[in-house]
């Protein structure tokens, strides 16, 4: 068991998890470049990092989650998919 003071290990990243990673960062950079923030987007996998024994399960896919945003980010995410240019 961890003292207090340490953190707890993360899981170890899977080749699914990194290429979501880089999947959500990529949109980031595209979306960034157009003025576009989308400030919740994450990743996640179908299941907890976890089984019930504690030991970290791969992942077999991981999905990248856009997560909410406002009417104006919206309107202009949707021009700038349509015109296909950048502000």
Same mark, same amino acid.
């Given at each position: 068991m961890s003292s207090p003071s340490q953190k707890p290990s993360l899981p170890r990243?899977?080749?699914?998890?990194?290429?979501?990673?880089?999947a959500r960062d990529d949109l980031a950079a595209a979306l960034t470049t157009a003025g576009i923030q989308l400030p919740a987007m994450? @990743?996640?996998?179908p299941w907890p990092d976890?089984?019930?024994?504690?030991?970290?399960?791969?992942?077999?896919?991981?999905? @990248?989650?856009?997560?909410i945003c406002s009417a104006p980010v919206a309107h202009a995410l949707?021009? @700038?998919?349509?015109?296909?240019?950048?502000r």
């Open positions: 990243r899977s080749p699914k998890i990194q290429e979501a990673l880089a994450d @990743v996640r996998t976890a089984e019930g024994d504690g030991r970290a399960r791969p992942a077999d896919y991981a999905l @990248v989650n856009l997560g949707a021009e @700038v998919i349509r015109n296909g240019t950048t």
